[in-house]
T-cell receptor, first 113, second 109 residues
Framework: SAVISQKPSRDICQRGTSLTIQCQVDSQVTMMFWYRQQPGQSLTLIAT?????????ESGFVIDKFPISRPNLTFSTLTVSNMSPEDSSIYLCSVPVGKYGYTFGSGTRLTVV | AQRVTQPEKLLSVFKGAPVELKCNYSYSGSPELFWYVQYSRQRLQLLLRHISRESIKGFTADLNKGETSFHLKKPFAQEEDSAMYYC???????????FGSGTQLTVLP
């Protein structure tokens, strides 16, 4: 199955700044998903990143706040822009594996102060 | 809209006791259902999926379409089963996962 390298693993950022999270997959994948896990909450899908087209955002998430790049089939970035303490979460990327499975990155624990 | 409900946020059982983690779903089509597990300080990983009808680490889960449930069961819990468990649903070609809120299982010695 695919292996995802996600970085940074954690960061502490000042409010108003931006952080870019990277995910590198060891194989080519068509779809890549970005999730957010707020403290004590479940995973919520932010957007689906497709190579060669704009990301598709879920309700409540907008491109200006969470711009996504997908320059090729093995790489994607998610930027958390103009951060506030409410953005403190774990951010994860995920890719489909095989016909039914999924694999996840190790997550980025973001704290905004 | 699809939804996954895990009614128990916390569940504690003694070692050797049976355990059942509940999951109910709401989806109009034919769902693909999964259980994911996250052990302390590890990444989220697939435990099992309904489509393969497999048993992993002694856990099983049966899809009950009449009750729209996909409960996770193990007859004899082990301390190493202590983890956060998420039920998830995938719909159609979009391949997105909708997660339940998770159940933190603690197996006591």
């Amino acid at each position: 199955s695919a292996v995802i390298s996600q970085k940074p693993s954690r960061d502490i950022c000042q409010r108003g700044t931006s952080l870019t999270i990277q995910c590198q997959v060891d194989s080519q994948v068509t779809m890549m998903f970005w999730y957010r896990q707020q403290p004590g909450q479940s995973l919520t899908l932010i957007a689906t990143a497709n190579q060669g087209s704009e990301a598709t955002y879920e309700s409540g998430f907008v491109i200006d706040k969470f711009p996504i790049s997908r320059p090729n089939l093995t790489f994607s970035t998610l930027t958390v822009s103009n951060m506030s303490p409410e953005d403190s979460s774990i951010y994860l990327c995920s890719v489909p594996v095989g016909k039914y499975g999924y694999t996840f990155g190790s997550g980025t624990r973001l704290t905004v102060v | 809209a699809q939804r996954v409900t895990q009614p128990e946020k916390l569940l504690s059982v003694f070692k050797g006791a049976p355990v059942e983690l509940k999951c109910n779903y709401s989806y109009s089509g034919s769902p693909e259902l999964f259980w994911y597990v996250q052990y302390s300080r590890q990444r989220l990983q697939l435990l099992l999926r309904h489509i393969s009808r497999e048993s992993i680490k002694g856990f099983t889960a049966d899809l009950n379409k009449g009750e729209t449930s996909f409960h996770l069961k193990k007859p004899f819990a082990q301390e190493e089963d202590s983890a956060m468990y998420y039920c998830a649903l995938s719909s159609g070609s979009a391949r997105q996962l909708t997660f339940g809120s998770g159940t933190q299982l603690t197996v006591l010695p």
